[in-house]
């Protein structure tokens, strides 16, 4: 009997130890041996912030891009470490649904993209950082035990925050059924903000012949533009200031304006700019099914700009509607795809305003062409959060598009002023020629050399020989030369 059952009760140990085995190769959880919690996460700070760095330390300043300090429109960087601790057995298990949460930041940051690592089910950043804080949940799918990765991962710095605000980085990490509670820390940043708004005046561009009150004439557009320097806080609305185009010509009259990229609606005509982006992303109008309205040329939103002739040739201007906490800024010309806006000039507002000029302001005697002189006053922004005026000092920054702000070149101005000087030209009918000339800030146009391309130099330009097309001179951009257009 005995002989009998022996055969049996092997039987039944060595199934117990199959299903054992089985068990133990299959279960997401690790068996004897197994540590059923992950270890903390190794929060690694790569950078804070961006070049080009300030000199000194302060409100909207950063020294360099490891200092514990980044600007506001800046990155600070991270590497999270991970380690799937071994299971203890033979054979390497997978751990189903490695998950890190971070812990909520606070208001005025923002996980600035999901990694490329974050791919599993219920990967997303959660809240804008505006209205609600911004979470990163990170699903990297199945890891075999005894493996370790990193993940890059950026915080970004909005202009909504407020001076000094301090963050950290945590989280954990968990997978199924495999729960950890413990957490792991970043070293402190803090946020540095004040109010740095520029306004930017572009040299003018030719549109085309128009007729008004039955004398001819010719369109000008002059680009416009706002945008925050490094560190900058978001500035509040409305925005405005006045454009002063007396200097321009005694008979030169306001048309309209419009955001770049639109039908400026008082002269028909579809207005842009050289060295900006489009108004809008997405605009309306001949730009609509364009590829190069994209991200990288266009901004999120320059709202409505609202342009009212006032006394004499003044024109009261005013921005409302504008996203003044954008979630992306362009990097590019439009006009030029590839060519790159100023680095550290971060575009929220792209207008473009007309004037006419009549034909007889052309004449012989000018060699027709004639220097005009567009003001820009009155402009005063502050900040939105601390209600700071512009630059801590507006009477240091009258709006002007200078990379490096400097004391010295602050002494020509009065208030907030801002001047602008160009060359105009008058097209001849039938010509497809244009040159643009422009110079770098401060140049006089006694020290510019020429163009050893076309031969063309200072004083052939202002001669008959190329008149043709609608060149340009002017203070604040750089030398550029078209032609066959």
Known sequence: MNHRRQPL??????????????????????????????PKVVITKTE????PFDATAGPGNDISAKNNEVRAGQLTKYELGFNNPDSGGAVPENRNNVTFTAD???????????????????????????????????NMGTWLTGSSWLVTANVRAL???????????????????????????????????QPRIDLVKNAPIFFGSKNVGGVDGFVYGYGMGVKYRPGSEVVKLPLTWTDDYAPVHPSAKFLGCAIAGANEPV??????????PLGKLGVAGAWATDARNNKDRAVQDSGTITCTQGVGQNVSVSVTGMNTNPDFYPKEDFVSP??????????????VMTIWVPASAFTAANSYNF?????????????????????????????????????????????????????MYRPEPGSFDKYDYTFADGISAATFVGDTTTGITWSTLVGSS??????????GNKYTALNEL
Do not use: M
Not at 18 to 37: D, H, Y
Not at 115 to 127: K, R, W
Not at 172 to 188: C, F, R, W
């Open 159 to 193: 202009p909504i925050a407020i001076d000094n605000t301090a963050f950290t980085v945590s989280g954990k990490i968990t997978a199924q059924n495999v729960p950890n509670v413990g957490t792991s820390t970043s070293p402190e940043v803090r946020v540095r903000t």
């Open 9 to 38: 009760a092997r039987t039944i140990a060595a199934v117990a130890c199959l299903n054992l085995g089985l068990a133990g190769l299959f279960s997401p959880v690790a068996q004897a041996g197994v540590n059923e919690t992950f």
């Open 466 to 475: 190329y008149r043709s097309g609608d060149g340009v001179l002017a203070i």
């Open 48 to 51: 804070d912030g961006q070049a």
């Open 104 to 138: 909520a930041l606070p208001l005025g940051l923002v996980w600035d993209k999901l990694p490329g690592s974050c791919s599993g089910l219920g990967s997303d950043i959660i809240g804008d950082g505006v209205s609600a804080p911004s979470v990163l949940v990170c």
């Open 267 to 276: 002269s028909g005509l579809n207005v842009w700019a050289v060295s900006q």
């Open 338 to 351: 590839g060519t790159a806006l100023t680095p550290g000039d971060n575009w929220i507002g792209s207008y």
């Open 371 to 423: 220097i005009a002189e567009n003001h820009l006053n009155d402009f005063a922004p502050v900040g939105g959060v601390s209600g700071n005026a512009n630059y801590g000092d507006v009477t240091l920054e009258p709006g002007r598009n200078k990379t490096n702000e400097d004391l010295a070149s602050q002494t020509a101005f009065t208030g907030t002023q801002n001047w602008w000087k160009s060359v």
